[in-house]
């Protein structure tokens, strides 16, 4: 037997034995067998099952785990291997980035059952060509256009927006995907399949081999309706669920208080909302980065809404800005959808009669020429009265994805989506683990330390700033503010440079954590994940959001920490929320100087309605829930013959029908062979 060590290299395995009384006496610990045996994956993310009303996408492994032996992929010519002449089935695939493409994919997932699963290396730099896992019409069938509303413009038919799409993260496979870090564990699989299973001159590779178990098993099968069926049957006190509706909270405030607890119409008030959406997604579930699909957006929003704060309070514009973030726009618009239907149904602050228009901030971090492009309604054409000055496309097409639209579902409300393209997305990497800093441009000069990074200016942020500021005096016209007003309205680049760096890059940093609560600063750490994920609890870059939002908005107040608590729980203030961030510390000390943020940040649902409704097969809601697992891990091993396993296991059998025929003869025979002479009983002692 043999195994393989941390280093990389493989050893002989010690002797599984053990003398525990020897080695008790000896004062020495015995190892444990399974670590001679297998090597942990120290890094796993996995592609997981998502459910709709219709059908379900993802990948998944069998209840014990996926088993293959391992099979580098050197080329797509390379596949014959896998999928035909390969003498040891099924294979575990390890697939260099260039490969994870549709093409390969779609072979392997058609291998008949020759493939066991696919661990794809994540290389350390982003491919020169495109990847977008997506589809090329996001969202396509709830949007406003429809059968009902433009058929022409319906399912992209007249522009499509995502032309890279292929597609991927929509297909099902029966077996797991993994993506692997370009690290130690990645070097010793190849060492590992080098040393064992690399077949060279034609020859045939020889046991052992190392192979692979990839563990993903999903609960939830079919679709949402059928996994909320069973979701709902309860046969014990603790009942298991097999799936959770996507969703989480959208963040939103205002530059005039409003009454949060008075739910409904606001008598003479008019709203302009600023929107942006906060979520992204990748194949990998872990792996959202999502620079420029979400973070230039919201980023940009951020920063204008800190730029406006000063001239909102004074100054007051005759309309209310309303800032929102909405969350778990990629699948169907979660969180526009539901503030539509509670705005409708009277449950938020406000409803769509107060809605004057609708400026939304959507992918604008990679600009060609410095140009933005102004997308509009062409079928409701409700744009003359919203003061931006962009380009605007030549022709008339649909808008893009976009919040917006399910405004328009609902009503034929002013409104405008700024973008950086004119027809299809600049963004070769649209929600995929590419969409990340490097994609975005954000790089610093060689040998800064964290914190100098943080302070520095990039080009990017400096471009960012800059629509920022067109955005915030977009805005401040649109409320009706004073034109001598508007000069003074800038967006701080070191406030940009500063987001842009704790999203994509670091998020525990000295910034970040002065901003946040001190029991949030353990969730600081790397760039946030923006994948959705499902409504347990607020995610991350929620809870990220609002604090940024409630400190770039808000004031400081002079009150202690527990007033502040008090205030935050006393209903009686339904105009403000209040929150305790933990401040900087001071130089030469560790003790921070926390203080209290009075702001109109808050959070409202992101759930569809479809899932309050019970509508679980709707075509005008979102119906995605992500399949529950046990755990999600892999490990790497030998494998020996099936011959001599078939042999291991006779000798084993024969071995335990040898002992139990040898127990039952000495048991048989006791009396003669543990009998003694009978004591007389007149013996004394």
Known sequence: QTHIADEGKVKPLSHPRCYSAFLSFAGVSCNSVEKKIYVHLNYTVSCVRLLNATHQIGCQSSLSGNVGVLHVLESEENLDWVLHSGPNPPYMVILESPLFTRSVMMKLKNGSGR??????????????????????????????????????????????????????????????????????????????????????????????????????????????????????????????????????????????????????????????????????????????????????????????????????????????????????????????SRMVYDMENKQFVVDLDNVHSVLEIGQVGLRADSKLWLHTDPVSRRNESLNVTVDVPGFSQPLPPSSFQRFLRA???????????????????????????????????????????????????????????????????????????????????QIVTKMLYSFLVRSNNSWFQQLVPSDFTSYLGKPPNFYVGVVQQSSEPTLLVQYLLANLTGSTINITQDNCKNQREDESDKMYNYMWVQGAAPPNSTEREGYCVRSTARLSKALSPAFDLEQYTSKNFSTWTESRWKFIKGRIFLVASHELEMLTLGVGVGVLLSSLLVTYIISSKADILFSSGREPTNATY
């Open 115 to 336: 493939v066991a699963g696919v661990a794809v290396v994540a290389p350390n730099t982003n491919p020169a060509e495109g990847f977008s896992p997506h589809t090329t019409c996001p969202n396509e069938n709830t949007g406003v256009y429809s059968e009902t509303y433009e058929p022409t413009m319906a399912n992209c038919n007249m522009t499509v927006w995502n032309p890279l799409g292929n597609g991927l993260s929509y297909e099902e496979f029966d077996f797991p995907i993994f993506s692997l870090k370009d690290d130690n564990d990645t070097q010793v699989i190849r060492q590992c399949y080098l040393d064992h299973n690399r077949a060279g001159n034609g020859s045939t590779p020889q046991y052992p081999l190392c192979a692979m178990q990839l563990y993903s098993h999903m609960s939830a099968v079919t679709d949402t309706a059928t996994c909320m069926r069973r979701n709902a049957i309860n046969f014990s006190l603790n009942p298991e669920m097999v799936c959770d509706p996507l969703g989480d909270q959208n963040v939103w405030a205002s530059t005039r208080p409003l009454n949060n607890t008075a739910k409904g119409h606001k008598m003479w008030e008019s709203v302009v909302i600023a929107a942006a959406r906060l979520d992204s997604r990748s194949f990998f579930f872990d792996i959202a980065p999502g620079a420029q699909s979400g973070v230039s957006g919201f980023v940009t929003l951020l920063a204008a809404a800190h730029a406006l704060r000063n001239a909102t309070q004074e100054a007051q514009p005759n309309r209310t800005i309303l800032y929102t973030f909405f969350q778990g726009e990629t699948f169907d618009y979660i969180g526009s």
């Open 411 to 493: 009503r034929p409300i002013p409104g405008v989506v700024l973008e950086d393209h004119q027809s299809a997305y600049t963004n070769k990497f649209y929600e995929s683990m590419y969409d990340n800093a490097e994609n975005l441009n954000v790089s610093y000069p060689p040998n800064l330390t964290p914190e100098e990074q943080l302070e520095y200016i990039t080009d990017t942020a400096r471009a960012v700033t800059e629509v920022a500021t067109m955005v915030a005096r977009a805005l401040y016209r649109q409320a009706g503010g004073e034109e001598s007003q508007l000069s003074s309205i800038k967006a701080d680049p």
